[in-house]
C-alpha cells in the first residue's frame, strides 16, 4: 500500500509541474496556475515523505487494480485546481477533469473562443497525458522498483499480445516514443495546413489522445479548411490504431492484425453507405458529403468526440447510425475508448461458434484469434465486459432519468460516457451543445461513467469486492 500512496504523491507531484509550466508560458493566468502548483506540490509532496520507503516485495496483482484506479482519481482531483481556481464550480471542474484525463471530450465550458489560452492548455494537456500517459509511465516505473509492469499495461487495456520488446521498460518507452512522434508529425500538418502554432499543438494533443477538446464552441468546424479535416480525420484514425501494431511495423516490418483490418473494413463500409445516403438526401456536392461524413464517422468511431456539424440534423437515420457507433470504439491498446474492436471480433465469432452448436451438438468449433484459439478465460473476460458495460450504460440511464433528463439524453448521455466519446444525441448534449444545463447530479453520475469506462469495468468494479481488500 506505501507503493501505491507513493505512486499517487508522484503523480499529484507531475502535476504540479505541469502547473508550473503552465504558468511559466501565460502571464494571463500564471496567477492560477502558481496558486494551484503551490497547492498540489504540496500535497503531493506530503505524500510522497510520509510513504517513502514502503516495502516493495509485496506489491501483488490487487495493487496493480489499486494503482490504476487511483492515479486516475489523484490526476483528476489535482488538475481540477486551476479550473475551480479560474471560475468554475467544483463540481464542473471535476467533470471538465475527469472528462480530459479519460480522454471523453465532454464538455461544460462555453465560451472557449474567449477562454484565455493558459486555461486552453491545461484542457489539452491533461487530455495527452490521459491518451497513455499513465500506463506508459507505470510500466516504466514499476521495473525500476522491481515490480513487474506488464500486468499495469493489462488493467487499463485488455490486449493480451506479445511484448514487442524484452522488458516492460523498452516496451513503454516504445509506446511512448510512438506518440509523442504522432502527435509531432500532427502539429506540423496542422502548422501546414494554417493553424496557429498554437492551436496546432492543443489540437495534437487532443487528436492523438482521441480526446476531442478543441479551443473553440464549434469544435474542429472552426476549420474551414478541407485540408485540415482531412488530415485530421486520418491523424484520430491513427490515435484509434494500437501502438503495438506500429511497433510491429517498425520491429518486423508487418501490418496484419486483424482488428485493425476489421475496424478499417468497418469503417470504410460504414462511410460509404452514410455518404451516399447524406449526398442523395441533401443538397451537398459528393466531395463535401464523404469529407463530412469520414471525419465525424471517424471522430466517434475512435472516441475522439470532435465535430464539424451537427450530423444529427441530418435525419433520425442519420442520429440511429451515429448513436449505434458511439458503442464501438477504436482498436485495443490505442488511446480510443468504447468496447474496442478485438473484443466485437471475438464476441461475434463465440455467437456464430453458439449458433452453429445449435445445428450440429456434436460438433466441435474453436474460437480464433490472430490465428490462435481464444483462451476461456479471455472469452469469459469478453463477455464479463459487455456485461458489465450494458448494466453499467442501463444504470446510468436510468439514474439520469429519475434526475429529470429526457429519454434521448438519459441514454445518450450514458453511452457516450462510458465509451468515452464525448458528444451524445440530443439538442442538449449534442454535437452542437455541451453539458453545463445539466445538474450537479447527473454530471457527477457521468463523470463515473467516463471513469469506469476508461478503466473498463472490471478495473474499478472489482474494488467493490470485499474480498480484494483481503488479499491486499
Known amino acids: 500500500m506505501r507503493l501505491v500512496i507513493f505512486a499517487n504523491g508522484l503523480i499529484v507531484l507531475g502535476v504540479a509541474a505541469l502547473m508550473a509550466l503552465d504558468a511559466f508560458i501565460f ?28 516495502e516493495l516485495a509485496r506489491f501483488r496483482r ?25 471560475k468554475l464550480t467544483a463540481v464542473d471542474a471535476l467533470f471538465e477533469t475527469i472528462s480530459a484525463v479519460t480522454t471523453t471530450g465532454s464538455t461544460v465550458m462555453s465560451g472557449l473562443d474567449e477562454t484565455p489560452r493558459g486555461i486552453l492548455l491545461w484542457r489539452a494537456i491533461l487530455q495527452g497525458i490521459g491518451g497513455v500517459g499513465f500506463v506508459v509511465a507505470g510500466m516504466a ?10 500486468q499495469l499495461f493489462r488493467t487499463e487495456s485488455s490486449d493480451r499480445n506479445e511484448k514487442e520488446f524484452r522488458t516492460a521498460t523498452r ?16 502539429a506540423a500538418v496542422y502548422l501546414a495546413g494554417g493553424m496557429s502554432s498554437f492551436d496546432a499543438i492543443t489540437h495534437a494533443l487532443t487528436t492523438l489522445s482521441t480526446g476531442g477538446f478543441s479551443n473553440y464552441d464549434s469544435s474542429f468546424g472552426h476549420f474551414d479548411s478541407a485540408f485540415l479535416q482531412w488530415s485530421a480525420t486520418a491523424f484520430m484514425l491513427m490515435g484509434g490504431l494500437p501502438f503495438v501494431w506500429y511497433l510491429r511495423l517498425v520491429t518486423r516490418g508487418t501490418v496484419a492484425s486483424e482488428q485493425v483490418r476489421a475496424m478499417l473494413l468497418a469503417l470504410c463500409a460504414v462511410i460509404a453507405v452514410m455518404t451516399f445516403w447524406l449526398w442523395f438526401n441533401s443538397g451537398f456536392l459528393l466531395a463535401d458529403a464523404l469529407r463530412l461524413v469520414a471525419f465525424n464517422v471517424v471522430s466517434v468511431v475512435t472516441t475522439t468526440g470532435y465535430a464539424t456539424t451537427d450530423y444529427t440534423a441530418w435525419g433520425p437515420f442519420a442520429a440511429v447510425v451515429f448513436f449505434g457507433l458511439t458503442a464501438v470504439g477504436g482498436c485495443t491498446g490505442s488511446t480510443a475508448g468504447g468496447a474496442k474492436a478485438m473484443r466485437w471480433i471475438i464476441l461475434w465469432r463465440a455467437l456464430k461458434a453458439s449458433m452453429r452448436r445449435v445445428v450440429s451438438p456434436n460438433g466441435v468449433f474453436a474460437i480464433r484469434y490472430e490465428g490462435r484459439p481464444v483462451a476461456p478465460d479471455v472469452l469469459q473476460g469478453v463477455v464479463a465486459f459487455f456485461t458489465f458495460y450494458l448494466v453499467t450504460v442501463a444504470v446510468l440511464a436510468g439514474a439520469l432519468a429519475l434526475m429529470g ?11 457516450t460516457a462510458t465509451a468515452n466519446v464525448g458528444p451524445g444525441i440530443g439538442d442538449s448534449i449534442g454535437p452542437a451543445g455541451n453539458f453545463a444545463d445539466l445538474g450537479s447530479g447527473p454530471k457527477l453520475l ?27
Open 27 to 54: 502571464r494571463a493566468t500564471a496567477g492560477v496556475f502558481t496558486e494551484a502548483a503551490f497547492i498540489a506540490g504540496l500535497v503531493g509532496g506530503l505524500i510522497t515523505l510520509a510513504v517513502r520507503g514502503g
Open 62 to 86: 490487487p495493487h496493480t487494480f489499486l494503482l490504476t484506479s487511483s492515479v486516475w482519481l489523484s490526476a483528476a482531483l489535482a488538475g481540477a485546481l486551476p479550473l475551480f481556481l479560474w
Open 141 to 150: 516505473l514499476l521495473p525500476v522498483l522491481r515490480v513487474g509492469g506488464m
Open 171 to 186: 516496451f513503454a518507452m516504445g509506446t511512448l516514443g510512438t506518440y509523442l512522434a504522432l502527435i509531432l508529425a500532427c
Open 405 to 415: 433528463l429526457d429519454f434521448a439524453t438519459s441514454l445518450s448521455g450514458a453511452l
Open 446 to 472: 457521468l463523470a463515473f461513467g467516463m471513469y469506469v469506462g476508461r478503466l473498463e469495468m472490471m478495473t474499478v468494479y472489482t474494488l467493490f469486492l470485499p474480498g480484494f481488500w483481503r488479499e491486499l
